[in-house]
């Protein structure tokens, strides 16, 4: 076939054109986002118990739902919050899911939990299992008043649906939804003291507002004929009927209507669980997020089409306003990346031009644009999106596809320059060549083979670079040898200059090759000196997981104490902004209160569902230098000026979601034992260096009203306890027990008693009670008293949990800060009673657990290794010496990152995996001329000089690529791509100039007699010849005299 091939130029041709333009179609298709999207592997169960404090929901409803969703075996993890009147379960399923795995699973907890209703207490509403918080939004916009006058919140809800509903519509939607949007309800506030003078409570009149509510079928007509169906009017259709409906018939024969002992009026709710806050003033927020398997450009652009649309159809006080465009981000990082390829190819062509000559450098030029367009196609097969890490693939493999090509083209040249036809020359370097580059290829695929194979978001978040790569260098073998090697034999003159010469470099290069074989073992275990100095040197480097986004935008909390109403959190947000407004780089200023916002960023959690003591911003500035540098002034500014909030400032970090930078957790029984050992370990960790603030899940209780009922009062008053609750209940919380229908819109009814809520604690005691025996006050039959009840009960995995959260400074590195807390916790000689345990969580679990994933598959790569290489040696020995320079080449990228003072991170270790690859590679390359020359094995120390010298043109063109190509990673700034890049490069070129002397030194050891007096000799390392013995002598005088 590779005959055939080489005489028919048209096959080579067709081949170049059929790569060329399956990369092209696949440009045009692949899907764009700025980062990779990763399984949702998290839900929330959320069930709410209106009235039951923390305790209650602990017992009746998060126990029984964990108990049930743990029985499923592809869950891990199982975490529960219960707070007085909702329960949150989180549910983890396991790293090995993938893709629409989940979406089964999601449907099997469904079922599960449906069929464990009767399990949970009369009152509590359905469980909703919420899982679509796992991905952040694509656009997000909202509606604003622009009006005079006071904001219509209703208006805004209503133009708000609309807009969601036409984005439901749009091609590509996964999902629209709302925030800060207000809660419409027909407000039914009964007087309850007029209300108890007739003998009726407000679950009465909520019974009988149901039973005037006559919107259901009275049942159908059928005769021979046709058939009718029948129903009765009189629903709820309008205000005004609901303010006519009658409730009892007087005693003069009229009749008593709602309007009568009731104030009737639509609008939000007494206490809303949330607010948007836009630029301001209030607003509703419109999330929508786009498939994965769409261009973001293009649904960007069809969407912000559609609002356009929508906001002909607005009045001019509605307007609508962009907070978040993923779009704008994702063109600015691809461009720059693909900035970055353009700037690589022309460094290499550079490069190429000067070391190989013009036509050389032509032909090895081409295959750069070829195996691109083979690795698209490769990524539009696999169903790999264009992003920032497949597109850093692409850059990452720039300078090493070219390594196959440059030895393919100096081989041919060698051809031709011997005598061969152009055709030979390319069959002859085909036949010598394709094993041991196939050999190459595949060492170099296998040492990122664990990227490919590690479990989780932190695999399927750098795994497609590991892909990019792997197609790059698949496809550089099959161009190299199928395109390239004809395309170089039949345009490579006999006559053609290899680059530039420099006969100078070249014999100082021979004569210290040649001082080194004089002394080989000293050499080797001198060259082994700096791998062990990076070994050593790494432990002084502080960890860092994933380092923080370059991103022009600013993750802001805000916390008060437990207990706080929604309002006066509101308030808080207003007088925080003031300060946060006054400084210049701020471009907008949008707040959340009583749950998260909309996540604009991957990893961001959104968890705090009916918290109104919790408000979160999300702030845009003008670049990324102005966030990091913010952050850390607002952090000091805003603690200073309001010690009462707990205030957290933060940069948007790479990597796995996490509540806190540093995270300890506690396990055991007894709340207060929990709650003692958490304040213990936040005053440790408070007074720890860089430690800005500290959270404490157990920390926090509030006021709880109880009332001490005597029964025996009750009785007479021919009333229970369950009735009393109910009834005060529905007086202060309100009951829906009907609706109305406003055209399309069904708005629910919610009676419940004037004034009740706002009431104080005495004044709750005249509360007027429409008993059997007549109205009697509150006190009559109760006592109240004010006592503290638990705010929060956290459990993981059937244990209940303090989860101790630490907040750190700006630019602080977790694992630092963590080394500190847990030599402070050692010199307090704190300690976990028996049947409790402390674990750490946050960045360094996660970071263990994915160094973990990642090093699980290493056992098996290694093995694949070893038979790679001793397939393509045939020989223990060499393929024992490759793996020793793979070793040695770690230390060296480890003794880069420690010159460039990086923090050793996830990025960093990737960077070692492609590194060692990459030094096997020269490895392999020398060690295959040197076993191609029979005078080098023997020991000819002149033909291993010379050997080693005719490798170190291509070894030194692939690593002066190689590094180019990493160039623009290095050189783009920021935490996330240096490190990584700086391993490979500066690792690259102190490991092949190691390779250089090491491997030619080694090499010779294990060919020499004197290292191998132990084994028995061949014979034909006895029975050399004359002549060979001769020509040792006299190369031996020559490099001595070299050196």
Same mark, same amino acid.
């Given at each position: ?16 054109? #059929? ?41 009746? @409803? ?93 208006? %805004? ?21 709302? +925030?800060?949007?207000? /809660? ?90 949330? !607010? ?81 000559? %013009? ?111 792997? !197609?790059?260098? &698949? ?16 345009? #490579? ?14 014999? +100082? ?48 909390? #805000?916390? %008060? ?39 604009? $960023? ?12 919790? &408000? ?60 003692? %050992? ?11 260096? =860089? ?31 369950? =009735? ?7 007086? @202060? ?8 229908? =406003? ?17 104080? @604690? ?67 000689? !704190?300690?976990?009673?028996?049947? +409790? ?172 007699? +004197?290292?191998?007096? $132990? ?14 013995? /001769? ?13």
């Amino acid at each position: 076939m590779s005959q055939n091939l080489l005489n028919n130029p048209r096959m080579v041709a067709l081949a170049f054109a #059929l790569i060329l333009v399956a990369g092209l179609a696949a440009i045009g298709s692949l899907p764009r986002m700025e980062d990779p999207q990763m399984t949702n592997r998290h839900a929330l169960v959320i069930t709410a118990f209106p009235g039951a404090s923390a305790e209650r929901i602990e017992t009746l @409803v998060s126990e029984p739902l964990e108990d049930v969703i743990r029985r499923i075996p592809e869950v891990i993890h199982v975490t529960s919050h219960s707070s007085s009147g909702v329960s949150i379960v989180v549910v983890q399923l396991k790293d090995e899911i993938y893709g629409d795995e989940n979406v089964v699973l999601w449907a099997e907890i469904r079922d599960k939990i449906e069929q464990s209703r009767h399990l949970l207490p009369a009152g509590a509403s359905a469980p909703v299992v919420d899982t679509e918080r796992g991905h952040a939004f694509t656009w997000i916009g909202a509606l604003v008043w622009q009006g005079e006058g006071e904001v219509d919140e209703l208006r %805004l809800g209503r133009y708000a649906e609309e807009l969601a509903s036409r984005l439901r519509g749009l091609s590509g939607t996964d999902l629209v939804k709302l +925030y800060g949007a207000p /809660a419409e309800e027909v407000q039914v506030k009964v007087d309850v003291v007029k209300a108890a003078a007739v003998g009726l409570d407000v679950p009465q009149i909520a019974a009988l507002l149901s039973n005037s509510d006559a919107k259901t079928a009275a049942g159908e007509l059928s005769n021979a004929t046709q058939r009718l169906s029948l129903e009765l009017e009189g629903g709820f259709d309008e205000l005004e009927r609901v303010r006519r409906t009658p409730l009892l018939t007087l005693a003069n024969g009229g009749s008593l209507q709602l309007q009568d002992i009731a104030e009737i009026y639509r609008g939000e709710p007494d206490s809303p669980s949330e !607010f948007a806050i836009i630029g301001g003033q209030r607003g509703v927020a419109v999330g929508s997020r786009m498939l994965s398997d769409r261009r973001g450009d293009h649904w960007t652009e069809r969407l912000q089409q559609e609002v356009a649309e929508f906001k002909k159809t607005l009045p001019e006080e509605v307007g609508v306003q962009e907070l978040f465009v993923q779009e704008r981000y994702n063109d600015v990082r691809l461009s720059e990346l693909v900035s970055n390829i353009l700037l690589g190819f022309i460094f290499i062509f550079i490069i190429l031009l000067y070391t190989l000559g %013009l036509r050389s450098a032509v032909i090895v030029a081409v295959s750069l644009p070829l195996t691109m367009m083979f690795s698209l196609a490769c990524m539009r097969f696999f169903d790999l999106p264009i992003h920032q890490m497949s597109v850093t693939g692409l850059i990452v493999a720039l300078g090493i596809m070219v390594d196959n090509a440059i030895v393919v083209v100096d081989t041919v040249m060698r051809n031709r320059r011997n005598g061969y036809s152009p055709v030979a020359a390319s069959a002859k370097a085909l036949r010598h060549l394709w094993i041991p580059l196939l050999g190459s290829t595949l060492t170099t695929i296998l040492t990122f083979m664990p990227i490919v194979l590690m479990a989780g978001p932190a695999g399927e978040f750098i795994g497609p670079l590991a892909y990019a790569v792997i !197609f790059s260098l &698949a496809g550089s073998w099959l161009i190299s040898l199928l395109i390239i090697a004809p395309i170089a034999g039949r345009w #490579l003159d006999k006559k053609q200059r290899s680059g530039t010469s420099h006969p100078k470099l070249d014999n +100082y290069f021979r004569s210290i090759l040649g001082w080194v074989l004089l002394r080989p073992r000293r050499v080797m275990l001198l060259a082994s000196i700096l791998p062990l100095c990076g070994f050593f040197l790494i432990s002084t480097l502080p960890e860092q997981f994933f380092p923080p986004s370059d991103r022009d935008m600013i993750n802001f909390e #805000l916390f %008060l104490p437990a207990g706080t109403s929604i309002h006066r959190t509101l308030e808080a947000t207003e007088e925080v902004s003031t300060l946060i407004n006054a400084h210049p780089e701020v471009r907008a200023l949008n707040w959340f209160v009583g749950q998260n916002g909309p996540s604009f $960023y991957y990893n961001l959690k959104d968890s705090r569902d009916g918290s109104s003591n919790y &408000a979160q911003a999300m702030i845009t500035v003008v670049d990324f230098k102005a966030a990091n540098r913010l952050v850390g002034e607002l952090q000091s500014e805003l603690d200073a000026a309001f010690p009462d909030y707990q205030i957290v400032v933060q940069r948007l970090a790479q990597g796995p979601p996490s509540n806190a930078p540093v995270e300890l957790r506690l396990y055991g029984n007894d709340i207060a034992q929990l709650k003692r %050992l958490g304040d213990q370990l936040r005053r440790i960790a408070l007074e720890t260096e =860089d430690v800005i603030h500290t959270r404490d899940s157990l920390a926090e209780v509030v006021p709880k009203v109880w009332l001490d009922i005597d029964e025996s009062e009750a009785q007479r008053s021919k009333v229970g306890l369950k =009735d009393l609750s109910r009834l005060l209940a529905a007086s @202060v919380d309100g009951v829906v027990s009907s609706s109305l229908l =406003d055209r399309t819109e069904q708005i629910p009814i919610r009676v419940s008693g004037a004034q009740v809520k706002q009431l104080s @604690v005495d004044m709750l005691m005249s509360f007027p009670l429409a008993l059997p025996t007549g109205p009697r006050p509150l006190s009559a039959l109760a006592d109240v008293s004010l006592r503290p009840a638990q705010a929060k009960i956290s459990r993981r995995d059937g244990m209940r949990m303090n989860t101790v959260e630490v907040y750190i400074g700006n630019g602080v590195l977790p694992a630092v800060v963590l080394n500190r807390i847990k030599a402070n916790i050692e010199n307090e000689g !704190f300690v976990v009673p028996d049947g +409790y345990k402390l674990e750490v969580g946050g960045e360094a679990e996660e970071r263990n657990n994915t160094v973990g994933k990642l090093l699980g598959s290493v056992g098996i790569i290694l093995v694949l290794l070893v038979v790679t290489v001793v397939m393509a040696f045939d020989s223990f020995r060499l393929s024992a010496l490759v793996f020793i320079v793979a070793i040695q080449s770690a230390g060296m990228g480890m003794l880069s990152l420690w010159l460039a003072q990086f923090p050793f991170g996830f990025t960093a270790i990737i960077g070692l995996m492609g590194l060692m690859g990459l030094a096997v590679n020269a490895a392999i390359v020398i060690l295959t001329e040197l076993k191609a020359s029979p005078l080098a094995m023997s020991g000819n120390r002149v033909e291993i000089v010379e050997t080693v010298a005719i490798c170190t043109k291509h070894i030194s063109s692939t690593t002066i690529t190689t590094v180019v190509g990493l160039l623009p990673l290095i050189l783009s700034g920021g935490g996330f791509w240096p490190p990584f890049a700086i391993v490979l490069a500066g690792g690259t070129v102190l490991t092949t100039i190691l390779s250089l002397f090491f491997v030619p030194a080694a090499f010779l050891v294990l060919r020499r007699p +004197y290292f191998l007096k $132990y084994f028995p000799k061949s014979k034909s390392d006895n029975e050399q010849s004359d002549d060979l013995l /001769a020509a040792q002598t006299t190369v031996s005088k020559q490099v001595s005299d070299l050196a």
